[in-house]
């Protein structure tokens, strides 16, 4: 290290002058502003610096402005995942869930949420809340790092340690584990305990809580999940509820979270509480082609296909689940909860189809590209900056080819990806710049 008293002289400043904003215009032949349930024909986004500026058809193009014509493609506002984890990548068919959380250090678990949240943010999610399995505090770190341009990933809302009943989601493992558990959980009894963990968590640079109500054998109290709320909506911020057992669904709603995740159970009783509370359900399950991937020729046949089985019931009662959520007019928010290795799919597609599965539940398109825009935004309390393409929301958008709002599976053609008014993806390569003052 050199002297200090460097740093105590008069840096030269190079002759750099600040430079104003830039200002671009993207024209695409379609938009989906997040709450019309019709495209936009002939579209113009104006944007300067980070923010939107100005959305119609056939804006007259200020002299000036970069323009950057995306031809016929759709533009959408960038989605959200509101249940993400980029700090654990599972390998499926291993069937060891334990190995990465205690084999990889937290520092190198950040180095693996750099590379899944590129991969995140080139499928066209722009932002996530990260819920947890990110060691001590990795998911802050990620997040500081992205705001900071160290590495390009999405807007990350983290949560830091997941609060939870004693036993974390490891309930089996003996007490000589319990540190290896408290990297990962903070285990809370009595709501003195449950006050200081959310207090914790927002020392640790949280922006969000998650909690596990339940871990198959401890159900956190009413009480409990009461302070929990109390104390994150003192903040305004989020608290994301993860629930398996009617009883945990149902202390969770009446202690007033703002999403139930998974939703494995859904009582009868609990769905009109969660009309009436605008509870959000965020469902994770996806697609019943996932079960296809047990695949024979890796093992015991029986075995693979008695697991096979299993997926596809299992996946067939969560569509109906979902569907009578959605009839009972639950709000749904998407969130993916990927943490698993799809062969020959990148973090980001692989969430992205677990969107496209609500189709499989029937939701129209029109609800599953609201689910991942402006639903998921309200539930991130950011509705007044993300989730819609409007005047003075920041600059996240999205181009698929096709129309997303006519076949879903549209949104797996990403061509272009804009974050914050950066592009961070264009499929047509660098392009030639157009100034509209030249046009
Ligand atoms: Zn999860």
Redesign the pocket.
């Known amino acids: 290290m050199g002297s200090l008293l460097l740093w105590s002289l008069p840096l030269p400043s190079w002759g750099l002058e600040p430079e104003a904003p830039t200002r671009i215009a993207l024209r695409a032949a379609r938009l989906f502003d997040g709450k019309r349930d019709k495209t936009l024909p002939d579209a113009v986004v104006l944007i300067e610096g980070s923010r939107i500026q100005a959305v119609g058809t056939g804006l007259p193009i200020p002299a000036g402005t970069r323009v950057l014509d995306l031809g016929d493609v759709t533009l959408l506002p960038g989605l959200i995942d509101a249940?993400s984890?980029l700090l654990l990548d599972l390998d499926a068919q291993s069937g060891d869930s334990l190995g990465p959380i205690f084999q990889q250090s937290t520092a190198e678990r950040a180095l693996l949420g750099a590379k899944l949240g590129r991969e995140v943010l080139e499928a066209g999610v722009t932002t996530v809340r990260d819920?947890?399995n990110s060691g001590l505090n990795g998911d802050v770190a990620l997040r500081n790092a992205i705001q900071r341009g160290w590495v390009q990933g999405p807007r990350i809302l983290a949560s830091t340690r997941a609060l939870s009943p004693h036993g974390g989601q490891f309930p089996t493992l003996q007490s000589p584990a319990q540190p290896l558990i408290e990297q990962e959980y903070v285990t809370i009894s009595g709501v003195e305990e449950a006050r200081r963990a959310v207090r914790q968590a927002f020392a640790d640079g949280a922006d969000c809580i998650k909690v596990i109500v339940d871990n198959g054998h401890n159900v956190l109290s009413l009480e409990e999940l009461k302070v929990i709320v109390e104390e994150a909506h003192r903040k305004k911020r989020s608290v994301a509820a993860?629930t398996t057992l009617d009883e945990s669904i149902r202390v969770a709603v009446q202690a007033g979270v703002d999403s139930i995740?998974h939703g494995y159970s859904l009582p009868d009783d609990v769905v009109p509480l969660m009309v009436r509370k605008r509870t959000f359900l965020v469902p994770?399950d996806g697609p019943l082609e996932v079960c296809d991937s047990f695949d024979a020729k890796a093992g015991d046949v029986e075995r693979q296909r008695k697991l096979k089985e299993r997926c596809r019931r299992n996946l067939t009662r969560a569509q109906e689940r979902l569907r009578r959520a959605v009839a009972a007019g639950i709000r749904v928010a998407a969130g993916s909860?990927m943490?698993l290795q799809l062969p020959g799919l990148t973090r980001g597609q692989a969430s992205v189809r677990w969107f496209i599965a609500y189709a499989e539940a029937g939701l129209k398109p029109v609800d599953i590209l609201r689910a991942a825009t402006v639903n998921a935004a309200e539930l991130l309390r950011m509705q007044d900056q993300l989730g819609s393409v409007e005047p003075n929301r920041l600059a996240d958008l999205v181009a698929v080819e096709g129309d997303p709002l006519k076949d879903i599976h549209a949104l797996k053609q990403v061509r272009f990806v804009m974050k914050d008014g950066q592009v961070v993806l264009d499929a047509a390569g660098p392009r030639k710049q157009v100034d509209a003052a030249t046009r």
């Open positions: 249940h984890h819920l947890g993860h995740e994770t909860d943490y």
